[in-house]
Every structure is written in C-alpha cells, then in structure tokens.
C-alpha cells in the first residue's frame, strides 16, 4: 500500500477544461502547471487527470487511439513529464487515467485487428467467426470490415473491447482468459503502465476495471485474477504507484489488488442517497439536503458491511462528483454543500474533490460535446476570476470547447478566495483539519455512535474524534457518549459536557 494515500486528498481534473494557456480555446498540459499553487494552496496532494492521450474524441479520451502519446491539443509527452516534476515539486502526486477494456477504433492494434489476414493483433479484440454470426448479450458491430467477424463493444460504437478472454465460454471463438493471445493484451496493458510510471507518473484511475474478461463469474475472479498479476507488478517494481478503480465493488476491487476503488453514484448505492436522491419519485429524500428528512440508515446498510469487510484491503473513496455525475450544485444550495463536504472529508478512505466543485460551479444544461451528452454539463470551464472568459482562456469566446456559466452570480475562485464565508475557504479548512489529525485520514477507524431513522444529527467516532452532521433545516441534539470540546465546526453548534445540541445545518468534530 502507498504510503501517501493514507493522507491524499485527490483534485480530479478533466484537461479540456480546466486552464488554456495557448488560446486554442482548451484546456492543457501547461495550464495545469501554472495552477498547481492552486491546487496546492487548496490542500490537495494528489492529482487524477482524465485521458489526456492521442484520440479521436468520440468519447471525450476514453477512446484512446495511442496509449502513450499526449494528444496534440494538451501539449506534449515533455509537457506531461514536466507537469510529473513540477507536481512532485509541490509534494503533489499525479495519477493518469488508464482505460483498459477498450481503445479507439483507431487505435493501430484495431486497424490490424480487422484485416481479413490474420496477425499479431487478430485475438487483441473479441471477434466472432463471421459477418452473420452476432454477439449474444453484448453489443457489436458487422459488417464494417474486411475480417470476417463481428467485433464486440466495451461502451460506445467506438470502443471495440479488448480480449482478456472468456471465463464461461459458449462459442469457439471465445478464448480462455488463459490464451497467450489474452496474456499478451494484459502485458501490453503493462507495458503502457511502465511507460507512464517510469517516466513520473504515480499511478493510475483506472477506467471500467470490472470490465475485463466477458463471462466472468458473479465474483469477477477471472478479471480480479488479471489485475492480481498486475498489482504484483506494481508491488515489486513500482510499491509507491496507486492504483484507483472505477468498480464500485470494493469486495471485488480491493480484493484484487486495487489500492481504492470509487463509491460511485451506480444505482443502489448509498451514496446516492446522500446527495443525488432526486431521480427517485416522491421527492427528493437525500439525506445532505435540508428539507430532505432523509434517512441515514439507506446509506448505512450500504457502506458499512462494505467498509467492514474491506478496511483491511484498501480504502473506499467517496467524492464531490466526477465528469460522468451531475455536479452536486444542481440540487444543493452553498450550504448543503459544505455540509455535503465536511462528511465527504472526515469520512474514512481517499476523498476526490471534481475541480469546480470547491466552489459550487453549476450543471448546465447545454448540448452534447465529444460523447458527453448528459454529462456534458459537469464538464464546462473552471471559473477562475471575472477577466477574459472567466479566467480561463484568452481564446474568442465563441471556440471555447464548452460554454462558461452565463449567469451573473456564477461562482468564481477569485470571489471565494477572498471571502472568508464561502465554500472555497471551507473546503481549504476542512482538507487543512484532515491533514492535520490522522484520526480523519483514510486508515483512522470508524464508528457510528448515533444514527437514528429520520432523525438527526448523524454522529460518527473517527479514532479519538467525534464528528457530528445536522444537515437538516431543525436543531437537534445529542448525549455524546463523553465529554468533549469542538474544535471544528461550520454553523452553530453548543457543546455543554456531553450535551450537543445542533443548529440547523451544522457540522462539528469534537475531541
Ligand atoms: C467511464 C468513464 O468515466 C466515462 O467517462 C467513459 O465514457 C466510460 N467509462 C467509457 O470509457
């Protein structure tokens, strides 16, 4: 396990919109570079930058055509190992996003892939054995090349999947996880990964992690036992190197060997249920939001047999959003939201902060953009002051690669920054109190002392903390189990002995 991660606190950022520096209108690599004071001064530690690698843009990167080629638009490969440097420089460790279920249907491995003649790279995709012959339960494509075959999907039209192979195979051209030719797709997915390492990098997000080996049984063992290999790698050559998943299963992830794997927004989750209730007829019940009367226990009677049963593994890592969820400003208001992050931040495992979040940056409604569609409105530009499209390029307004926040009161850092009151200096003091007490980061035990349906406030014990949240718009009150003194809080609270009483829409941790 690196060692970093016990106190990392992540910035997600998407490029395309975060800092242009050469006035194309999108984001880059030296726009990253310049505002890692930023990122710094906030009190992160830790980057996650989504794909920044040659691609066609059908799926915003996640359809990698070169694996290790930055594309043209974010700059250069020397850009990104000097933005590896200067990272490290701040004490700043950077993970790139690795996507290993798919690539672009441009990526050279897939032109070889479908000739008619077979090659090295004619099992490096899942094919049928005919034009006629489909893919039951999986979507494919035929027809469209001179091979012939159908070829499977991994997500978009776009993305043909690689071959891990087929666990429960039904058809003869499924091949065992065990084939060299599968063998050989998982080494190259090595070999892309100690490009990166080797040239800086810290690790990697990685993309659909579950998604490797088709047929796989209900426990993924077969797609587990891929990344076990993989992690042994890391382990020997690379022990500092983290390793993040997009999985949402942490039974499965952090027992194949991935370091933390994301409590994602998937139907079901509990984390749902904390902010993003609002999709669910009859009101929105999210627990984090005022007039919610939300009830902790959905979250609960999710999180905790998760984290009970794999603290030991690795950690689970809530976040504020990401650029496939809605931001979470579409249904809370600046309040809501520093409670929303004051649990996020005192909550076991590694917390990632979607740049923008900090300061409340809004959803917008806005047409699609390289496959975004719905997700399109979480992925507008950072707004940094009230210059020049808000700060964030000097390029035409009109060829920004997504439309700015038109309202008057959009939030912008510069703004934030210099009011003591705002969601921005919140965010800094909380990540600054988790630095500061290793109770509240990722290994600090945690325990529930009160929760009761309906009820407020949540109490929670983190090593010799306590950490109490009324996210409701009524006071509320508690016995604390001992004495103790605030020394955190947001809001009003009053602590008399062991007597808490709440102000609506407070957040304190005592000691
Ligand atoms: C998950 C990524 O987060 C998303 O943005 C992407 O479209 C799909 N995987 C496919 O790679």
Known sequence: MPSWLKDAVFYEIYPQSFKDTNEDGIGDINGIIEK??????????????????????????????????????YGSNQDLYRLFGEAHNRGIKVLLDLVPGHTSEEHKWFQESKKAEKNEYSNRYVWTNGAFQGIGGHPYIGGEADRDGCYMLNFFKCQPALNYGFLNRTEDWQLPPDHPDCIATREALKDIMRFWLDHGCDGFRVDMADSLVKEDDENKSATGAVWKNIREMMDKDYPEAALVSEWSNPYQSLKSGFHCDFYLDHHGNGYNTLIRDNETPGGDHSFLKKDGHGDIFRFLDDYLPKYDNTKDDGYISFFTCNHDTPRARRTLGYDELKIAYAMFLTLPGVPFIYYGDEIGMRYL???????????????????????KNMGFSEAPEDILYLPLDPAADAPTVDDQASDENSLYNEVKRLIALRHQYTDLQADGSFEVIFAEKEAFPFVYKRGSLIVAINPSDQEARVSLPESASALFQIGDISLNGKELTMKPQSFVVCK
Not at 45 to 58: R, T
Not at 365 to 384: C, D, L, N, V, Y
Request: hydrophobic share 30%; net charge neutral; charged share 30%.
């Open 365 to 387: 409604e806005i047409p699609t953009k390289e496959g975004g569609f719905a997700r399109t409105g979480s992925r507008t530009p950072m707004q940094w002051d009230h210059s």
């Open 36 to 73: 890692l004071d930023y990122i710094k001064d906030l009190g992160c530690n830790a980057l996650w930058i989504n794909p920044c690698y040659d691609s066609p843009f059908k799926d915003a990167g996640y359809d990698v055509r070169d694996y290790k080629k930055v594309a043209p638009r």
